[in-house]
């Protein structure tokens, strides 16, 4: 079975440059997951989909970085206008259901923004 | 504010060594705990995990401890291998979220030493 699968791993971008990032969830896994990771830090959470609804996008800061996932399946997390202090890792993970079911992470894009 | 504390940032043993691993949290309505091993480059993989009616978990040479009361709990790797040189994160949810949104601490690097 395919795992969580992000594209592309690595993004070097001048300040004010667009990104977007891109994932694929392991099949049939209906809850989507954008996490940043700066480095040496633990992953935080940005936004969370069941299928194509949003749930929580409290810590979205929705001024630059959107996210959408619109068949429920693969989704894309951008950022408008990078500033250096967007340097971090962006892992997507998925998981089915709820109840403390296992969520997968996938290896994560590693962005620089010089 | 930080919901989830681990300690120490950085940890190293020899090799046959037991690790031991501290996390503490602030929410008491948090009753659910999984902790993370990460290796350089991927992404977080879920090692073991506790829910807060229980007091202990094991799983092979992985035991987590956990005290409600106190609000802290650890992950224990007995007979340490090389292998395990990683960062371990701890994480908390709560029951009201459907055990979706994940706090998570700032992670322990584990070196073990042959």
């Known amino acids: 079975e395919a795992g969580v699968t992000q594209s592309p791993r690595y993004a070097v971008l001048q300040e004010g440059q667009a990104v977007s990032f891109w994932c694929d969830p392991i099949s049939g896994h209906d809850t989507l997951y954008w996490y940043q990771q700066p480095r040496d830090q633990g992953p935080q959470l940005l936004v969370y989909f069941r299928d194509e609804a949003v749930i929580d996008n409290s810590q979205l800061p929705s001024d630059r970085f959107s996210a959408v996932r619109p068949k429920g399946t693969n989704s894309t997390l951008k950022i408008q206008s990078a500033k250096q202090g967007d340097t971090a890792t962006y892992l997507c993970?998925?998981?089915f259901g709820t109840g403390g079911t296992e969520v997968f992470f996938g290896k994560g894009t590693r962005l620089t923004v010089v | 504010q930080q919901q989830v504390r681990q300690s120490p940032q950085s940890l190293t043993v020899w090799e046959g060594e037991t690790a031991i691993l501290n996390c503490s949290y602030e929410?008491?309505?948090?009753?659910?705990f999984p902790w993370y091993q990460q290796f350089p480059g991927e992404g977080p993989a879920l090692l073991i995990s506790?829910?807060?009616?229980?007091n202990k978990k094991e799983d092979g040479r992985f035991t987590i401890f956990f005290n409600k009361r106190e609000k802290k709990l650890s992950l224990h790797i007995a007979d340490s291998q090389p292998g395990d040189s990683a960062t371990y994160f701890c994480a908390a949810s709560a029951w009201d979220t459907g055990y979706q949104n994940f706090y998570f601490g700032k992670g322990t690097s584990l070196t073990v030493i042959p």
């Open positions: 929410n008491s309505a948090f009753d659910y």
């Open positions: 506790i829910l807060s009616v229980s």
């Open positions: 993970a998925s998981s």
